[in-house]
């Protein structure tokens, strides 16, 4: 048993379902679960531990809801800088092919090192190839050392340019064996406990890269294990003329044609969606992993999220693979999530003063999908909220620097509306993973050196 205290918050955002932020607040913990919300002085005034946050504001970890850990790797290589999505993945499936166990297991923990900076506590990853060896174990190993949860998606691609597909033959593997090593993994390693640190995730790549048997045999599998499904889905419209041509369905189409709709689903991006379709997912519980950032760099288009919300889609935010963003700031990707959504605002012809504009998007609302709503399309109710019983995953924000001066009048949404910036804390089930502004489970230095060797490594063949 043991305990933490966190007290003299200056401004505690519990993302409840009241939606409370408390100013000096407090939280008290009990072995990595949250037993009270209130105000400081309404708390026990002891405990194993005491976290002094005066000056700071608090809220729920952050929740990544889709990304590819080992593209932190390829980082703006230079011939993939000006391309779109098929372009882009054409110039880099040859590089990552020469990926080995080790370049998984460091870009792991680079890619959740810079997560947990960013006020992140809980990832999905979608690995998809498995070059020389290469498991899924490499990376469940690896998030276990850097200490955030994570829910492991088993990716995969099955269907070569010599069957049509858009990968190299080269990077595709065989369906008996994704659908056997599927099994071993989610046996191996999937925990649906309460604090659950590893889920397992089946997650065929995209429609362009497997074939429709593959999606239905995952499909049958993760509902006999009672597992989630996801797959990339509606992200440009190049992937939509590529499934009107093969299956003769637009892809919200083809994924029902395929048995892939469901609570159980949430699909990355989901750019080119129609209000028929929004409406689908919203009756059905299928969620979505918005992306902005990543969009915006493959000037793969605008997602309608605010159309999404107001029908009842379950969003939450992704920062996608790194050599797509090229960060993992997942406070930052908060802050794209409001600007793009007003971006289309405005081309949808708000207007600043007129009644009639359609509404802007809140430094709230995508505080919302960051936390509770990214929580709720992981198939998680232990977090995204700071409530009894819950976990006890938050990071802390020092607001007394010169990135929120003059801000001050309304905290919560100034970590929206300011420049990102570097998390003070980061706190995994009352374990501090994050510690005055640097990561406590990982060195750096060291991380980031090994990193760079076998980046260059990939680089040269
Ligand atoms: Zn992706």
Not at 51 to 66: A, Q
Not at 197 to 211: D, E, H
Request: aromatic share 6%; proline share 4%.
């Amino acid at each position: 048993m043991s305990t933490l205290l966190v007290r003299n918050i200056e401004r505690l955002a519990t993302m409840d379902d009241h939606r409370r932020e408390i100013a000096s607040g407090g939280l008290f913990i009990r072995d990595g679960f949250i037993e009270q919300v209130g105000l400081s002085t309404e708390l026990p005034s002891t405990a194993d531990e005491i976290l002094d946050l005066s000056g700071h504001i608090v809220l729920p970890g952050l929740i990544n809801t889709h990304h590819h850990f080992y593209q932190t790797l390829t980082r703006v290589v230079p011939a993939a800088q000006n391309s779109n999505l098929f372009h882009w993945l054409k110039i880099l499936y040859p590089i990552w092919a020469r990926m080995k166990p080790e370049h998984i297991r460091i870009s792991t923990k680079t890619a959740l090192a810079e997560l947990a900076l960013s006020g992140c506590t809980t990832a999905s990853d979608h690995l998809y190839l498995y070059p020389n060896g290469s498991k899924l174990d490499d990376e469940i190993h690896a998030a276990r050392e850097v200490g955030l949860r994570l829910h492991a998606s088993r990716g995969s691609m099955s269907l070569g340019e010599s069957k049509g597909g858009l990968p190299p033959d080269s990077v595709v593997e065989d369906e008996d064996e994704i659908l056997n090593d599927s099994q071993r993994l989610i046996e191996q390693y999937h925990d649906p406990q309460p604090g659950s640190y590893t889920q397992v995730v089946l997650a065929p790549c995209s429609p362009f890269s497997v074939t429709s048997d593959l999606m239905r045999q995952s499909a049958l599998l993760a509902r006999e294990y009672g597992i989630q499904l996801h797959t990339h889905l509606a992200e440009t419209k190049d992937e939509e003329e590529f499934c009107l041509e093969l299956f003769g369905h637009r892809p919200v189409g083809y994924m029902a044609e395929v048995d892939w709709i469901g609570d159980d689903v949430w699909f990355a991006h989901s750019v080119h969606v129609n209000q028929e379709e929004i409406k689908l997912y919203a009756r059905t519980g299928c969620g979505v992993a918005h992306c902005p950032t990543s969009n915006m760099r493959l000037a793969s288009g605008i997602a309608p999220i605010l159309d999404m919300l107001s029908a009842g889609v379950n969003v939450g935010l992704g920062v996608d693979g790194s050599a797509s963003n090229d960060g993992s700031h997942l406070l930052e990707e908060t802050r794209q999530a409001m600007l793009l959504s007003r971006v289309r605002a405005g081309m949808m012809g708000a207007s600043l003063s007129g009644e009639d504009a359609p509404p802007l998007m809140s430094a709230r609302t995508a505080l919302e999908m960051a936390t509770r709503s990214s929580a709720a399309v992981l198939g998680r109710t232990d977090i995204g909220s700071l409530e009894p019983g819950k976990c006890a995953d938050f990071f802390a924000i020092n607001l007394h620097q010169i990135d929120y001066a003059g801000a001050l009048h309304d905290p919560l949404a100034a970590l929206v509306f300011c420049a990102p910036r570097r998390v003070d804390y980061t706190v995994v089930g009352g374990k501090m993973i994050v510690k005055e502004g640097h990561m406590e489970t990982v060195d750096e230095q060291a991380l980031i050196s090994q990193h760079n060797t076998l980046a260059n490594q990939l680089m040269v063949g």
